[in-house]
């Protein structure tokens, strides 16, 4: 599976953004998805997940209510809604293609995009 995020960009506190990651290969609508984010100095946490077929999801308790992940398995893409965004939402986020079981635990996740820069300015 390769990867591709998008819909990075610099945002106000308050305002949202939707980022997307376009999957290829044929194992994407098997998989779970998951979007992490490492923001300068910090280490890389977890976001958001999905399972195949979209209808389970789990949070960070930091973006909770704020944030939506979603798919569209017809094509082949992950979408990321972010609102409400606070400047520590800054970061870059990636996205992440799993197994079948959704987690938290980035080492359950082989597959992984080059990341999109996601600044929040107060």
């Given at each position: 599976?390769?990867?591709?995020a998008?819909?990075?960009?610099?945002?106000q506190?308050?305002?949202?953004?939707?980022?997307?990651?376009?999957?290829?290969g044929r194992?994407?609508?098997s998989?779970?998805?998951?979007?992490?984010?490492?923001?300068p100095?910090?280490e890389?946490?977890?976001?958001a997940?999905?399972?195949?077929?979209?209808g389970r999801?789990?949070?960070?308790?930091?973006v909770?209510g704020?944030f939506t992940?979603?798919?569209?398995n017809?094509?082949?893409?992950?979408?990321?809604?972010?609102?409400?965004?606070?400047p520590?939402?800054?970061?870059?986020y990636?996205?992440?293609a799993?197994?079948?079981l959704?987690?938290?635990?980035?080492?359950?996740?082989?597959?992984?995009?080059?990341?999109?820069?996601?600044?929040?300015?107060?």
């Amino acid at each position: 599976v390769q990867l591709q995020a998008s819909g990075g960009g610099l945002v106000q506190a308050g305002g949202s953004l939707r980022l997307s990651c376009a999957a290829s290969g044929r194992t994407f609508s098997s998989s779970v998805m998951g979007w992490f984010r490492q923001a300068p100095g910090k280490e890389r946490e977890f976001v958001a997940a999905i399972n195949w077929s979209g209808g389970r999801t789990y949070y960070a308790d930091s973006v909770k209510g704020r944030f939506t992940i979603s798919r569209d398995n017809a094509e082949n893409t992950v979408y990321l809604q972010m609102n409400s965004l606070r400047p520590e939402d800054t970061a870059v986020y990636y996205c992440a293609a799993g197994g079948y079981l959704i987690t938290a635990d980035h080492v359950e996740y082989d597959y992984w995009g080059q990341g999109t820069l996601v600044t929040v300015s107060s």
